[in-house]
């Protein structure tokens, strides 16, 4: 599987960026997103169980807008 980088973080420091890639799935869109591992006991205990294959992430917004950007694109809508 390829990844595309849509963005990082502005507001990040050198090697500590929430990020967003894009990939080249054939069967389905996914997206690729690198942050804050979530540790607050309340999230996780407002969460619930996340199975041993999975982990919470946690990004600010402002990633979110590449992927926003990316969707706009594709559909004709910018």
Do not use: C
Request: aromatic content about 8%; hydrophobic content about 35%; cysteine-free.
């Amino acid at each position: 599987m390829r990844v595309q980088f849509l963005g990082k973080d502005p507001e990040s420091q050198v090697d500590n960026s929430p990020t967003l890639y894009a990939t080249d799935r054939d069967d389905r869109v996914t997206y690729i997103a690198q942050g804050w591992k979530v540790t607050d006991p309340e999230a996780l205990a407002a969460i619930g169980p996340v199975p041993d294959h999975e982990t919470l992430i946690e990004i600010p917004e402002d990633v979110l807008k590449f992927y926003a950007r990316r969707y706009a694109l594709e559909e004709g809508l910018s």
